[in-house]
């Protein structure tokens, strides 16, 4: 190659070079003027994320369909809860106490095995436990010397038997020994139990209290039958169950667990007329039915979910979210305004049928939905934000704001 034709090559290749950096520059200027636009324009950009967030997670009519579904189930749960825990007086025409003696009947009736025998001293044959309606632990009638077990207070608030908890116990042992436990009066408040047997007539009826016995032999007289006669066990179990079941919803109610462990028969019947056992349950059954419901309603919303990306599938779930608080305002903010309104106009009893497990459930729900969808709406704003930062890097077909910046 001759020196002129080098020399040209070097300027040919210069003045490439110097193109490719005046291009560069070019390249260069307008990215800072992109970006220069970007940062004066990211108030509009956030507010347009924002909108394009909400629209993007906006209910359509598929997602109408699912709210009217979860609210229907929410306000039929409330409807049927309250109609099994209706307060209603005990006797044959409290239709849930007659279901249950029946239901009694049809499982004491496989376990009864026919044998006529004799009740003895801490004793109850099979037979009778079997065949008899109520407890030795509902005797009011005194055989003899009023121990005065009841004075001030309805007897299921001074025997222990009537404890949903302590019953289990206490209360099957009296079943199995034709006994009665009740909380002894006395200046100290300690929970002494006392015990008395229970007599019965020739026809295992009319039940009396009688004289003072041991409650230490009545609990050793009842877990000695698990050696040879854990039938009996089983069928005092069981009548033991229902008849707490048949009092719950009576206007007397049941004590909550363990009150008259702290309080005196007046003070725990007292307490009742607030709060029962009853209401627990309630509380309980109807909290988890709401959970169940909620639980159904999300999963199935989400199955219909048409995309697998993780970003979109998060917009989704925030649409879930909102499902779920719209039903349960509506069903439990409706609950609540009809029994307000029936309060108000002289029915104060009604506040105890109020939903408070969809009440309680829906304000949890609300304060953990609103911190997971501030969190997903976040990701949301800052991820767009990024890449339309980024810019040549983001696909433009992704993106609704790229060509307003660029």
């Not at 940062?39 to 394009?52: H, S, Y």
């Not at 608030?157 to 206490?170: K, Q, R, S, W």
């Not at 039915?289 to 309603?297: A, F, G, P, Q, T």
Request: hydrophobic content about 40%; aromatic content about 8%.
């Amino acid at each position: 190659m001759s020196t002129i034709d080098e020399l040209l090559a070097r300027k040919n290749a210069t003045v490439k070079s110097l193109d490719n950096t005046i291009s560069s520059f070019d390249d260069k200027q307008k990215e800072i003027k992109r970006l220069q636009s970007i940062a004066i324009n990211t108030t509009n950009i956030l507010n347009d994320l924002d909108e394009e967030f909400s629209k993007r997670t906006s209910l359509n009519r598929q997602d109408i369909a699912f709210l009217f579904t979860a609210t229907a189930l929410q306000c039929i749960r409330i409807y049927v809860i309250n109609a099994l825990t209706k307060v209603e007086p005990a006797g044959a025409e409290n239709k849930k106490e007659d279901l249950l003696h029946k239901l009694q009947d049809r499982l004491l009736g496989k376990l009864n095995d026919g044998v006529d025998t004799t009740p003895d001293v801490y004793y109850a044959p099979l037979m009778q436990i079997c065949t008899t309606r109520g407890v030795p632990y509902d005797a009011t009638r005194f055989k003899g010397i009023n121990h005065g077990f009841f004075k001030e207070a309805n007897h299921r608030f001074a025997t222990f038997g009537h404890d949903p908890i302590i019953g289990l116990v206490l209360g099957t042992s009296n079943i199995l020994t034709n006994t009665i436990t009740c909380r002894a009066k006395g200046p100290l408040p300690l929970p002494i139990p006392i015990t008395c047997h229970v007599e019965y007539d020739a026809n295992l009826k009319n039940p009396c209290i009688g004289d003072i016995c041991s409650t230490i032999e009545t609990l050793k007289a009842a877990s000695s039958r698990l050696d040879n006669d854990a039938t009996s066990i089983v069928a005092a179990l069981i009548k033991q169950v229902i008849h707490i079941g048949t009092d719950l919803y009576t206007p007397c109610g049941i004590q909550i667990p363990g009150a008259n462990l702290i309080l005196n028969n007046r003070y725990a019947e007292e307490l009742t007329k607030y709060i029962s056992a009853g209401d627990i349950i309630k509380f309980g059954m109807s909290y988890q039915i709401y959970n169940l419901i909620n639980i159904l309603i999300s999963s199935v919303h989400m199955l219909t979910c048409p995309s697998t990306d993780h970003r979109e599938r998060e917009l989704y779930h925030v649409k879930t979210m909102k499902i779920l608080e719209y039903s349960n305002i509506i069903a439990t903010g409706s609950d609540v305004i009809i029994h307000a309104v029936r309060a108000y106009f002289g029915n104060a009893k009604v506040l105890k049928e109020i939903d408070f497990a969809g009440l309680i459930g829906t304000i949890i729900m609300l304060f953990r939905n609103e911190t997971i969808k501030r969190k997903i709406k976040r990701e949301f704003i800052l991820g767009e934000y990024e890449r339309i930062v980024l810019g040549d890097s983001y696909n433009p077909t992704e993106s609704y704001l790229l060509d307003s910046y660029k």
